[in-house]
């Protein structure tokens, strides 16, 4: 379970008052910083392994330079399951309220020797297993298609494979490996915090007849983007989409760091916001 001093009276579901929000914010934080601690080496890694992989190009043509990108895909693959698997376990604790099946199911998994299909395993974990697989899926290849883009710029503006095996050096160790490994492992740390949780709400309720509601949560301090603070506390019923016009044109999220309804970087990258949830 977690590694770290974890309350497990601490939810994400009705939160009345602004401490019992901050109290919740505080602890997904620490989920947050754990994974993102671990991650940002292990992407440093598979970047390292994508730029050995490029240099090693003779006369590379479009195609080359693609499958050296994907070359590494299994490793990111394994990064970002690991990821999402455990930032869904860590976050189950909050979505859930009773607290016996929180213990049934934690006592459940330190008896699984290996991952099982979701035919033998709970429904919930099946749900959960098959939408994590999908999810970082698509995670991945949004980041490799950034990373493709970069490589791209410096192959157009290469006279030969020196200069193109020198840029890509300099991409990679200037830009890729550090900064923007920083950047993907704060930013996939909070939307794995955030889709987890709506994932799990979702799927935990499913059955329910009761009307389920979402509530975006800022940290409401000097940070936060002056887009985000309109938002606020604002509640929609699960299904709705959080929608707003500003500086960057028209944003839409299901949740903070959403990016499936077309939101730009300016409204994801490093966002601290969460989502809170009630039952009417």
Not at 67 to 93: C, E, G, L, N
Not at 136 to 163: C, F, H, P, W
Not at 190 to 204: D, I, Q
Request: charged share 30%.
């Amino acid at each position: 379970m977690q590694g770290y001093d974890f309350n497990p009276e601490i939810k994400m579901v009705n939160l009345r008052t602004r401490a019992q929000k901050r109290r919740a914010y505080n602890q997904i934080e620490k989920v947050r910083t754990k994974y993102e601690r671990v991650m940002r080496p292990q992407l440093r890694s598979v970047f390292e392994a994508q730029k050995l992989a490029l240099i090693k190009l003779d006369n590379p043509d479009t195609n080359d330079i693609a499958r050296a990108i994907h070359s590494t895909d299994k490793d990111m693959q394994r990064v970002f399951v690991w990821m999402y698997t455990a930032m869904s376990d860590d976050i189950y604790p909050m979505i859930q309220r009773d607290s016996e099946k929180i213990k049934a199911r934690f006592v459940d998994m330190e008896h699984k020797d290996t991952v099982v299909s979701g035919a033998t395993e709970s429904t919930y974990d099946g749900i959960m297993r098959e939408y994590i697989h999908t999810v970082t899926g698509e995670r991945i290849t949004k980041i490799n298609n950034t990373t493709l883009e970069a490589v791209q710029y410096v192959y157009d503006y290469s006279d030969n494979t020196v200069d193109f095996r020198d840029g890509v050096i300099e991409a990679f160790d200037k830009n890729i490996k550090m900064s923007r490994a920083n950047t993907i492992a704060r930013t996939e740390t909070a939307t794995a915090s955030n889709a987890s949780s709506m994932k799990s709400f979702r799927v935990l309720n499913e059955d329910s007849r009761i009307e389920k509601r979402k509530e975006w949560v800022t940290t409401l301090d000097d940070d936060v983007r002056d887009t985000h603070k309109p938002l606020d506390g604002m509640t929609l019923s699960l299904d709705e989409l959080y929608r707003w016009s500003g500086k960057y044109g028209e944003t839409i999220m299901d949740y903070p760091t959403d990016d499936g309804h077309g939101a730009g970087p300016e409204e994801i990258i490093n966002c601290r916001c969460f989502i809170a949830y009630s039952s009417i």
